[in-house]
């Protein structure tokens, strides 16, 4: 059995979405290409012409990932690129990607340019959080965090079947490991979570396949 990835960073992954960086190698599988807040630099013009070019190829499947982190004191830049990337997502028609670190609000505010679906990466927060997240239609994907964290675990088993994905981002973990501890927690097979997971895609216009 296949299981989709839908945000990580190994080469040698066939199903998912494999998060290509700038000037890495074109992979022959499905990636997504944008510029990461710990990215923004002085060659930004440069590194805008490469992703607009990465956007325009076939298996580039979404922008990002790309947001806002607090943890960095170029605010105003990190707005900035944030929201071409946006625009470009719009231009392109393919959903985003979104990396957040204690910067939801202004997420939340931005994206509401977004003409695309918009996917929390790596979502770990507060219910309180991922309540109002889903009340602004974004959707969300989980990662290793699934595997621990109680709180974050009871929102997942509660939340609707059809507004989230499963990932390993760069953890070092199996895919399929996370598959079980997610259906585990919502109480169905793992047939039956990997059956709900082509459609999640298709609801954000990437109709894949499990195998």
């Known amino acids: 059995m296949l299981y989709f990835d839908f945000h990580h960073h190994n080469s040698n992954t066939d199903f998912g979405i494999y ?4 000037n890495d190698e074109l992979p022959k599988t499905y990636f997504s290409a944008g510029i990461h807040p710990d990215s923004i630099s ?3 013009e440069q590194k ?5 070019r990465m956007a325009l190829l076939e298996n580039c ?3 990002g ?3 806002l982190d607090a943890r960095y004191e170029n605010a105003d830049l990190q707005k900035h690129v944030f929201e071409k990337q946006i625009m470009l997502a719009n231009e392109v ?7 957040c670190v204690k910067s939801f609000p202004a997420i939340i505010e931005i994206c509401r340019n977004a003409a695309v679906r918009v996917v929390i990466h790596g979502f770990n927060k507060r219910k309180t959080i991922g309540d109002e997240l889903l009340e602004k239609q974004f959707m969300l994907s989980f990662g290793k965090s699934l595997m621990y964290n109680v709180n974050l675990q009871a929102f997942f088993k ?20 996370l598959y079980r501890k997610a ?6 097979t793992i047939e039956e979570l990997n059956l709900q997971i082509p459609e999640n895609l298709k609801s954000i216009n990437l109709p894949f396949q499990n195998g």
């Open 61 to 63: 499947v979404a922008i």
């Open 48 to 52: 805008f012409d490469w992703l607009e």
């Open 183 to 188: 259906a585990e927690l919502r109480n169905i």
């Open 65 to 67: 990932e790309c947001g």
């Open 158 to 177: 509660a939340m609707p079947p059809n507004r989230f994905f499963i990932e390993t981002d760069s953890a070092d973990i199996e895919i399929e490991k």
């Open 42 to 44: 002085e060659d930004l």
């Open 19 to 22: 998060n290509l960086k700038f």
């Open 93 to 99: 028609q393919k959903p985003l990607i979104i990396h």
